[in-house]
């Protein structure tokens, strides 16, 4: 069973604690996170997009030449799509684009995302995310003390407003509860800071 280190806010190893292998040691499973990535960033697509159909377009009411001696092509109004101002032919209209993959999709996607993190040594456990004050400069002074520079996610499995103040204004770093966490927004941050609590509830979740 794979091991990884729980250290404190100054970057100080305290303990280690056993992972489950069938979330972190098992290899990711690219084709389920492209899936599910994909579903997840089509969800959050507005679907407003919309054009005027020929029906919909003002004007056009008159013809605008006879049909036949004119030795110009027949017309019927100055609102076809073919003319400069007309409709749009087959445009987009309003539409929903949410998709809701399976469960199991899900589970197995935030799996992978897990595990890719864990074995690219981006993964950093701390005992507590627990700070005394609100503070920004702070917070980020603790970042750098784990070796943390780029953008990362931070994963709680209670309720901090401490650490929700101090975090929501430092660049590349977003606050998450452990039971709204999606694979998704593992994968788009470098590092995944998480707190001991975190961790274990996610592991029970995801066996």
Known sequence: MATVEVQNLEGQTVKQVELVDSVFVAPPNQGLLWDVVKAHLASRRRGTHSTKSRGEVSGGGKKPWRQKGTGRARVGSI?????RHGSIAHGPQPRDYTAKPPEKMLRGALRSALASKFQENK???VD?????EVKAKSFAGALKKLGIAKSVLVVDDVANRNLELSSRNLK???LMRHH?????????????????GALTRL?????
Do not use: N
């Open 79 to 83: 609102r076809s799509s073919l003319w």
């Open 123 to 125: 993964l950093t456990v």
């Open 128 to 132: 507590q995310l627990a700070l005394p």
């Open 172 to 174: 590349g770093c977003d």
């Open 180 to 196: 709204r966490v999606h694979a998704y927004d593992v994968l788009s941050h470098d590092g995944l800071l998480i707190s001991e």
């Open 203 to 207: 592991q029970e979740s995801l066996r």
